[in-house]
Structure formats: C-alpha cells, structure tokens
C-alpha cells in the first residue's frame, strides 16, 4: 500500500451509525484525487486535467451524501470542504444536534454510543439499529432497548416550555446516563 503523500484534507462525522473518518487525497501535479470513508478507498482518479471540482459519495449505513468541493484559492493554493446532505459540515452538525441526541456510556468494560433520531425516535447503538418497543406512560413515552443483557429506556418528557420542547432521557440499569457533546 503506498504512502498517502498528498493527503490534505481529513474530517470526522458524526452519524447515527458512528463517528466517520473521511480522508482526501489531492495530488495538485498528477491531478490525482483519491477519498477514503473509514480507512477504504471509496474514489480513486488518476491524472485529472481539472485540478478544481467536486468528488460526490455515500458515508455510513444510512448512505449519508457526502461532497468534496476543491476550489482553487490563490496560485497554486486549494481549499478544501466537506458538504455533508448539501449541508456544510459545520451546519450540518449543528443541525443535527437539535434532530438527534447522542450518549456515550461504558457497560462490562465495552464502549456503547447510543444515538436517538428524535424525528423517527429511531435508536441506534454502536452503529446498529436497535429493535425497540415505545410505550406511553403518565408524564410522556418511554422506548425500551437492551444492549447486551442491561435494560434501557429513553424517557421523553416535555420541558413545559416551548423553546426547549421534550427533554430525552437515557436510563441504563436505573441509572441515568449524560448526554454526550460531539
């Protein structure tokens, strides 16, 4: 395997089946543009006249759109930026945080991420989608899963004020999990 010499440009992405590690290669002589989602060679192409333009893919189980933009700043100089959903990263992870809650959480020695898509209450826990059952109770709802043999719940509880609307909760073994901040 060669050595990635004109790697330029590297993110992170949070999605609800994990954090993402998009690479990109960019051989400002060859004209050679190389992205890699997780480590795997997703588009490889060689000798490109057009030094400046675009790289469209797919990151995640979800099939999450993802675009480069490469745009020539100054000279011999190239900016380079991730569109995540046509979304800029930075938008779209500040949009997100308000469509998905996120906790981090340590059972038996293993690391858990469980992500709640609060648009399809969709749960999921180290990149899989959780089979739950959602059940209405008297102050709101509650969505049972289990991760290994301990009992989860995420309760939803209305805030009793607008602006904050409902507050999602992560009980794991009766304990109450914080929510994490990516």
């Not at 990109?24 to 795997?40: A, L, P």
């Not at 006249?49 to 490469?70: C, P, R, W, Y």
């Not at 826990?125 to 739950?132: A, L, R, S, V, Y």
């Amino acid at each position: 395997l060669e050595k990635m010499t004109d790697l330029v440009a590297v993110w992170e992405v949070a999605l609800s089946d994990g954090v993402h590690k998009i690479e990109f290669e960019h051989g400002t002589t060859s004209g050679k543009r190389v992205v890699y989602v997780d480590g795997k060679e997703e588009i490889r192409k060689e000798w490109m006249f057009k030094l400046v333009g675009k790289e469209t893919f797919t990151v995640g189980a979800a099939k999450t759109k993802a675009t480069i933009n490469i745009d020539a700043v100054s000279g011999f100089a190239y900016e380079y930026t991730l569109e995540i959903n046509g979304k800029s990263l930075k938008k779209y992870m500040e949009n997100r945080s308000k469509t998905t809650n996120t906790w981090i959480l340590s059972l038996g020695g293993m690391d858990y991420r469980v992500v709640l898509e609060k648009d399809t209450m969709d749960v999921w826990c180290n990149g899989q989608k959780m089979e739950t059952a959602g059940e209405f109770v008297e102050d709101g709802t509650e969505t049972h899963f289990s991760v290994g043999d301990h009992s989860c719940c995420i309760k939803a509880v209305s805030s009793g004020k607008r602006k904050e609307g409902i507050i999602h909760t992560l009980i794991v073994d009766d304990r109450e999990i914080p929510e994490a901040v990516e």
